[in-house]
């Protein structure tokens, strides 16, 4: 339900406006309308809306501008984009620039209702993820506030460094206790809190005053010799560390073992200070003794809670890593090494931008920049070349002063949640491109029918042979851009069964050949040795390794560069798997363009790709449990690896129909 969630309505129809306006107040929204552009942004910043309906067509600043200034000034916006059917160019725009969904003219309420859906479920989703990386910060925040005080515990062994200055008063203290003959010569309160073991002694050797931990753990010694509480020593004269400090006038440190009141020793580490009266002579001695197995068991702890904080930061499920100013990653837990490597050293746009500079809207500088959390989507490059839609937030990690020294960074991968929403989104965007593309196709098959028409009615036989030719093409084209859509729009299985990795790979060069051999190319076929067979499905395989081939033969018509150009296909196959390689040596392609050639819509021909070829083969290829590489070199060519293991796993088969549309694109 929408609960009085803000909507802003941005479109240039008064009647629009409010029909529309009705209908989403009737649904529960909080409506706010807008005539224009420069209405509309000024209404987001003071609204702050949580969606925005947004018309694309509209004079003066039209939907996209609108659209870009809303995203920079809230990034998690959610933007619903209103277009005609004339509009798709710009709402796969739109989408490009992080809009939700869109929906088109006439509107209906049931699309309209489906894609505000789609704007609350992730706004909903990133509050969610908001509050786990609250969660973890605070549990991060109580773990550190535990090492620190663990650490402080573990610093009070070296106290008498601390208590010098004040050792006059203090002995003031004792020596008053003394005189007074107080109970059982104990020391005054203050004296009785320190953490370890406190005793002073007098220029005699003789024990006068002692803390309540030495009293419970070592005994009431008050009137002992201050030997006797030493293991091993017997008398005078013997070396301990209360008469070494007497004997010559400086303070003591040494590790000693003490004798316990149950007769068990407790080693220790014993600080002895002197304390000298007027005439400079040494009146007494004060003595601190730490227990070195409870100095152990703080360690010990301090190291479990060490450990802890590492397990929960790497157990974190996601992307973990510290920054500091000069972008270098400091830290980096198990799943961020896992995914992009070790990682701690490079910087950041190294490690998994793969960028040789930082990046335009860096997270990190905006973080010390504004001083603040900020959070973004974005797709990122693991170690393998895959791209992984992550949202990042950041947190600033300050010193004792409050200035920023490091800069954290969560990213939560949510690439499954975009492939989902991207699919649910774009096969209402297909039936809109399907028409829009077949009509330019149609308009290019009418003027290759009218050539056949004039060539017949003034029998010119080159005029009809070259309008056939236009038909002929068109007609492919049309044909190819609706089995691709077919076979994108419905979720398949695979229907594997054995076949000779030879047989397979000859088929593909009887269907490529004789067009590589139309085009003035020359093709090769390359199979290494004994292949033997592996399980896969033929026909849904054979369509992902022709749109390959196909590619490489479109880019080497493409190069002009060269006079001869050549497409090879070269099989080999190992005991788990079966490896395909194709080459060309035509244009090549940037890295820009080689990390997003397997992106929904990503074409690199322009107006003659529909974006959906290498998509859909890079489906099908991780259906059969492989996997794709990629190397080009930009106006060298290109070769794509293919690796298919040779076994499947247990997969519901294709349907009938399924395989009908699969085998229809292959041909």
Not at 198 to 227: F, P, Q
């Amino acid at each position: 339900m929408a609960m009085n969630m803000k909507l802003l309505l941005i479109d240039d129809e008064e009647g629009i406006r409010r029909m529309l306006g009705m209908s989403l107040a009737d649904l529960g929204y909080d409506v706010h309308t807008a005539a224009d552009g420069q209405e509309g942004l000024k209404l987001f910043d003071w609204l702050a809306p949580d969606i925005v309906l947004l018309d694309i067509k509209m004079p003066g600043m039209d939907g996209i501008e609108v659209l870009r200034n809303i995203k920079a000034r809230k990034i998690d916006a959610e933007v619903v984009m209103i277009s005609g059917h004339g509009d798709l160019d710009l709402a796969i725009k739109s989408l490009q620039l992080d809009a939700v969904d869109f929906v088109t003219k006439p509107i209906r309420d049931e699309i309209l209702q489906i894609a505000l859906k789609r704007a609350r479920d992730k706004l909903s989703m990133r509050r969610e993820i908001k509050a786990n990386t609250d969660n973890l910060e605070r549990l991060v925040a109580e773990k550190s506030a535990r090492v620190v005080e663990l650490e402080r515990q573990v610093a009070v062994g070296q106290v008498v460094e601390s208590l010098t200055e004040a050792m006059s008063a203090l002995a003031g203290d004792i020596g008053n206790a003394a005189n007074a003959g107080g109970e059982g010569g104990q020391a005054p309160g203050p004296f009785n809190e320190i953490p370890c073991f406190v005793s002073v002694h007098n220029r005699y050797l003789e024990i006068v005053a002692t803390n309540r931990l030495y009293r419970e753990r070592l005994g009431d010694k008050v009137g002992c010799n201050s030997w006797e509480v030493y293991s091993g020593r017997l008398g005078r004269g013997n070396g301990c560390p209360v008469w070494m400090a007497i004997e010559t006038g400086k303070g003591q440190r040494r590790r000693e073992l003490l004798v316990d009141r149950d007769g068990q020793e407790i080693p220790a580490i014993v600080h002895t200070a002197p304390i000298t009266g007027r005439d400079g002579k040494v009146e007494f001695v004060l003595e601190f003794s730490v227990d070195v197995t409870e100095v152990k068991r703080l360690q010990d702890e301090l190291r479990t809670a060490q450990q802890k904080y590492q397990e929960i930061f790497d157990a974190s499920p996601a992307f973990i890593s510290v920054h500091g100013l000069d972008f270098r990653i400091r830290e980096a837990n198990r799943m961020f090494r896992e995914c992009f490597g070790a990682g701690v050293g490079e910087r950041c746009f190294e490690a998994y931008k793969h960028r040789d500079r930082p990046c335009t809207e860096c997270l990190v500088h905006k973080t010390v920049k504004e001083g603040h959390t900020v959070e973004t989507e974005t797709v990122v490059t693991d170690r393998e070349g895959q791209p992984i839609n992550v949202l990042i937030r950041t947190s600033p990690i300050r010193d004792e002063k409050g200035d920023i020294v490091e800069v954290m960074e969560m990213a939560t991968d949510i690439t499954q949640l975009r492939q989902l929403q991207d699919h649910l989104s774009n096969l209402g965007l297909m039936i809109g491109s399907m028409s829009h593309g077949v009509k330019g196709l149609l308009t290019a098959l009418d003027g290759g029918v009218y050539k056949v028409e004039r060539g017949l009615a003034t029998n010119d036989q080159a005029k009809v042979e070259a309008g056939w030719a236009v038909v002929t093409s068109m007609v492919g084209r049309i044909k190819k851009l609706v089995l691709d859509i077919l076979y994108y729009a419905k979720s398949r299985h695979l229907n594997h069964e054995s076949v000779e990795v030879a047989s397979f790979a000859q088929s593909l060069a009887e269907i490529v050949g004789p067009k590589a051999e139309r085009q003035g190319l020359s093709f090769g076929l390359d199979l290494a040795g004994s292949l033997g067979a592996f399980e896969i499905d033929e026909v849904a395989l054979s369509s992902a390794m022709v749109n390959f081939l196909e590619n490489a033969m479109d880019a080497c018509t493409s190069d002009a560069a060269k006079a001869e150009h050549k497409v090879v296909l070269r099989a080999r196959a190992d005991a788990e798997a079966v490896y395909f390689e194709t080459n060309d040596n035509g244009i090549g392609m940037d890295r820009e363009t080689r990390e997003k050639m397997f992106t929904l819509f990503f074409s690199s021909k322009g107006a003659k790709g529909t974006g959906l070829g290498t998509y859909i083969s890079g489906r099908i290829i991780a259906q059969h449990g492989g996997r794709v590489r990629v190397e080009s070199t930009l106006g060298q060519g290109t070769t794509i690896h293919v690796a298919v293991p040779r076994f499947k796993a247990d997969i519901r088969p294709m349907d009938p129909a399924e395989r009908q549309i699969a085998r229809e694109a292959c041909q």
